[in-house]
């Protein structure tokens, strides 16, 4: 790239965070603490023990937040003197689809909180001079009614457009809800993403300004794969 004027966000108008901010398919979490923790992922100065056990703590509590009105059954268990007791366990199926590789990131969260759901991998690499995607793995499932509910996982909603061409994937077979959950999102994903489906919801820790030349958010937090697996 030669100049600032080849990059692929240049003089691309953006959403300000404004207009996207009320979206009735957005959640942004609203959680003093959390911003705490996601201030210590966005210094570069924290190392890559640290920013992973905090992107494992932050990505739980968007699964969370993104889960907290799923239908729930019950099944019979035993109580702590030895009577039957109802147990709650999720209903219906939630899958997740993990976009490889900063996907990753919640992939311990999505077992912990949800140990029988299946997670599906999608290997999407974008062109850094155009951002356009392209998919490289593809495991999801071929047959119809593989879940109920799908979280596509993603920590950084930056341009939108690995995450609308993971969401043309999951439609091939999937018509219900779609949860895009991100730490961070950046106003312009935010829109690409709503705008793009219409059983799509967003939920995010931070919805940051906007991004920059190269597509990155700011103030975000840099590459989140890069920071994750150590490979600056
Ligand atoms: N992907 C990242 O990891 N970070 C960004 O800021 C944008 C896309």
């Known amino acids: 790239m030669s100049s600032n004027s080849d990059a692929p966000m240049t003089g691309r108008a953006q959403p300000s965070h404004a207009e996207v901010a009320g979206h009735e398919r957005l959640t942004i979490i609203e959680n003093n603490l ?39 059954a019950t099944k019979w268990g035993e ?26 990131i919640f992939e311990p969260a999505f077992r912990l909180l949800l140990p029988a759901s299946p997670l599906y991998q999608l290997g999407l690499r974008r062109n850094e001079e155009t951002l356009e995607p392209t998919i490289y793995a593809d495991n999801l499932p071929n047959e119809r009614s593989w879940a109920d509910r799908v979280l596509l996982v993603d920590p950084m909603l930056a341009t ?7 969401i043309d994937v999951i439609r091939r077979n999937h018509s219900g809800r ?15 993403v709503i705008d793009h ?6 939920t995010a820790l931070a919805l940051d300004d906007h991004l920059n030349d190269l597509g990155y958010i700011v103030p975000g937090l ?5 920071r994750y697996f150590g490979t600056v």
């Open 34 to 72: 959390a911003l705490t923790l996601l201030a210590k992922l966005r210094d570069r100065r924290t190392d890559v023990a640290a920013f992973n056990a905090i992107a494992a703590e932050l990505a739980r509590l968007v699964v969370y937040e993104a889960c907290k009105d799923i239908a729930l």
């Open 222 to 226: 840099g590459d989140a794969g890069d």
């Open 178 to 192: 779609i949860d895009a959950l991100a730490l961070v999102a950046a106003p312009y994903g935010v829109r690409a």
């Open 197 to 202: 489906d219409a059983n799509t919801h967003v």
């Open 79 to 104: 109580g702590f003197d030895g009577s039957p007791l109802d147990l709650q366990i999720p209903a219906r199926v939630i899958a997740g689809v993990t976009v490889l590789r900063a996907g990753l």
């Open 160 to 166: 939108g457009g690995t995450a609308t061409a993971a």
